[in-house]
């Protein structure tokens, strides 16, 4: 779609809007005089005396469509907030000409973003009631009824947690870039164990490293870890010794003794064994999670996943025995050639297993995976719909109560990922990575160091090398990533660090 934007500069969130209500659309700026033919918005910020207006003059189909906002001119109080204000408005015209041209509203109306928990989560600190946050999420922002219950449940959970967080705390990722085979749907960091066999065990010497270092400097500055996850990839793709290397230098290195949440993504089937569980118990791990997407043994074979539904109730026989109570198990809406009757049927065995949580995700067609190089389509927006309402109804029939969700680009019908839980089961790591209620450290290639002020809401992200090859390699950024996250958290508890403080090596 051709994009004009006049009196503003806003390309971000004009591109957040299109991608929510016309996925298939990618954005040209051509900029001058308008086009006669073709897909086209002419988006225009103008500012009078004692209003800002924000106009959306949309041809789809052939068809022109128009649309204004406005907000009064004394909203604009200076820096972001005068930003916020004038793109709020500027999406909202350009969604209601958008409708307007579709003839019907995305299930989460006007909020654009992969974090729509945040603005409630806001609202309900201020001091709104759950009522008026809904309200203004079904009013002005025109969310559905459905996903402004979800938001808001999620929210009350979100604040629940930010309330309870300590200063001279954060959490900690631990990512492990190997997997057993590559899904087809997958985009993440992460290699065919086959093909990467030789890096592993290099991989595991460095990690090790890595882990010894940040431990000096958050022991020395009176840090703690809060919660810690280890994900990938899959990381019970290491061996049952790898993984107690591992584990023994976090428990030996890092300040553990105040963790209350320890956990690890088995994910694959295909990876577990008695003896690894063995030693992620043996090490304080409280909870893991089994990911098997869909129960049907077709669906599994496409997406090139060597395991089969079976396995996945051997592997959780393996797991209740472990961590009574504490197994997280994901199913994905969506997946090629899947049904809502099959998926029906994923979810009775996923019932009949009885998780503690059950994270239910929409489909992506993201960049970089098997489906999208291949040109793979989403299923229909209406079985998406379908598969996700019987979620739902099932798991809230069930017990389960939604904790946390997030959104992702280039979802079919622009859903959202949904965790629920059994009461007092939620994996508070989650909520404080989606909602950035805390600051993150992350270890291990890809990974991306979250430092949240939580007084001004500001968030510097670090990342670590991002491939395997380059985290063997990266010795330096790792050493400087470490000292800035140690020093930004020790100046948010409001004080320096003591004499004595061991040197970055």
Known sequence: MKLYLRGHSYRYAVEQM???LFPD??????????????????LSLIQEEETLAAQAVLRWEGQIYTAERLAPVQELTGGLADDRVKQRILRLAFYDAGVAALGTDPPWGA?????PVKLPTLWLTNGKSRQQAKERLTGLYRVSQSRAELALDCAQVALQIKNSLPRHSLSLYLGIPFCPTRCAYCSFISSDVKG???????????????????????????????????????????????????????ERCLPMNGCMEFTVEAGRPDTITGDKLDVLRAHGVHRISINPQTMEDNILELLGR????????????????????????????????????????SLDWVLSMSPANVTVHTLALKRG?????????????????????????????????????????????????????????ECVYNVIMMEELQSVMSLG????????????????????????????????????????????????????????????Q
């Open 25 to 42: 659309q990618r954005p040209e700026y051509p900029g001058g005089e308008l086009e006669d033919t073709g897909p086209m918005l002419e």
């Open 369 to 425: 995976s098997r489906l999208a190089e291949q040109g793979g389509r989403l299923c229909p927006p209406q079985e998406v719909a379908d598969m996700l309402a019987l979620a739902e109804s099932r798991l809230r029939k069930a017990g389960y109560q939604p904790y946390y969700l997030y959104r992702q680009k280039y979802m079919s019908g622009s859903f959202e990922n949904v965790g629920w839980c059994l009461p007092g089961t």
């Open 445 to 504: 290639a890809g990974g991306i160091t979250k430092l949240v002020n939580p007084d001004t809401g500001k968030i510097t992200r670090l990342a670590n090398p991002k491939y395997p090859h380059e985290y063997l390699g990266g010795w330096d950024k790792l050493s400087d990533t470490k000292k800035a996250a140690v020093q930004f958290q020790t100046d948010l508890m409001g004080y320096a660090s003591p004499e004595g403080c061991p040197p970055f």
């Open 196 to 250: 990467a066999l030789a890096m592993v065990e290099p991989y595991v010497d460095l990690l090790c490293r890595e882990i010894e270092l940040a431990g000096k400097q958050l022991l020395a500055n009176g840090l703690n870890i809060f919660t810690a996850y280890i994900g990938g990839g899959t990381p019970t793709t290491l061996t049952a010794g790898q993984l107690d290397r591992v584990l023994t230098v976090i």
């Open 18 to 20: 299109l991608l929510t």
């Open 306 to 345: 060597t395991h089969t539904a079976a396995q996945i109730q051997q592997s959780m026989t393996l797991a209740e025995t472990r961590f009574q109570g504490f197994v997280n198990m994901d199913l994905i809406a969506g997946l090629p050639g899947d049904t809502p009757e099959g998926f029906d049927c």
């Open 111 to 115: 909020l654009t973003g992969v974090r």
